[in-house]
């Protein structure tokens, strides 16, 4: 019997080490799932940098590339893209867009014009189309050739009321005029709302900070790319 106790003893004493072994066991296993799910949110990391990275240089190329078409003899209308008006009269950047569509007018590439641009919220009384339209006559065109479109607050609501007018007006070919880093978005949106055939006219800027403004295109792109999809979902 005493034997038989003493074996039994042992065997209760030696028993507890395999435990001790499991829970070495328990200890590390946190640690390499932690590993492992620092590893893959790393890799995703990395994937949507490099995926941003890419869209920022596609965004770009589309905002230095405008578009290069040969303009025809004539088209139904011009339709000048808005900017901002400081003190009632067109800012340095607008003018050059109004100048271009000065010398485009001039040269009979269209007869009228839609000069397209709400109201400032920087103390401006006049919408930004009143404002155009003041500047083209005062650089000599006629009154009654100009239309004004003075609601938008966005290029897609520049091109989307002035598609509006020129129903209402029965006008068909266009020639949008605006500035070159301005081009492929303005004629992506022309071609998405249903204008026919839409050209545009760019112009490259002497008085804008173009990093700023290029780079604040590349935003404004990508958020016309989402509108866009939203728009063919019905959203």
Do not use: C
Not at 193 to 201: A, H, M, N, Q, T
């Amino acid at each position: 019997m005493t034997a038989k106790t003493n074996m039994n003893h042992k065997q209760r004493t030696v028993s507890p080490k395999p435990r001790k072994a499991s829970k070495a066991a328990s200890k590390s296993m946190p640690k390499s799932k932690f590993r492992r799910i620092m590893a893959n949110l790393f890799r995703t990391f990395i994937i949507l940098f490099l995926l941003g990275v890419g869209w920022i240089i596609y965004i770009q190329w589309k905002v230095q590339v405008a578009p290069d078409q040969d303009l025809p003899k004539q088209v139904d209308v011009g339709i000048v893209l808005g900017a901002s008006l400081r003190q009632d009269i067109p800012s340095p950047g607008l003018q050059e867009r109004l100048d271009l569509a000065v010398n485009l007018y001039k040269q009979g590439k269209f007869k009228q014009l839609i000069v397209s641009g709400g109201l400032d919220h920087n103390g401006s009384k006049l919408t930004e189309a009143e404002g155009m339209r003041d500047y083209l006559i005062k650089k000599g065109l006629p009154a009654k050739s100009i239309l004004i479109e003075p609601r938008a607050t966005s290029t897609y609501e520049n091109l989307l009321f002035s598609k509006q007018i020129m129903d209402e007006q029965g006008l068909v070919s266009s020639i949008i005029v605006t500035h070159s880093y301005h081009g492929s978005r303005s004629l992506d949106i022309a071609e998405s709302i249903g204008l026919k055939d839409p050209l545009v006219s760019s112009i490259d800027s002497e008085v804008l900070f173009m990093p700023y403004h290029e780079a604040r295109e590349t935003l404004a792109y990508t958020k016309w790319i989402w509108t866009k999809l939203l728009l063919k979902v019905g959203i």
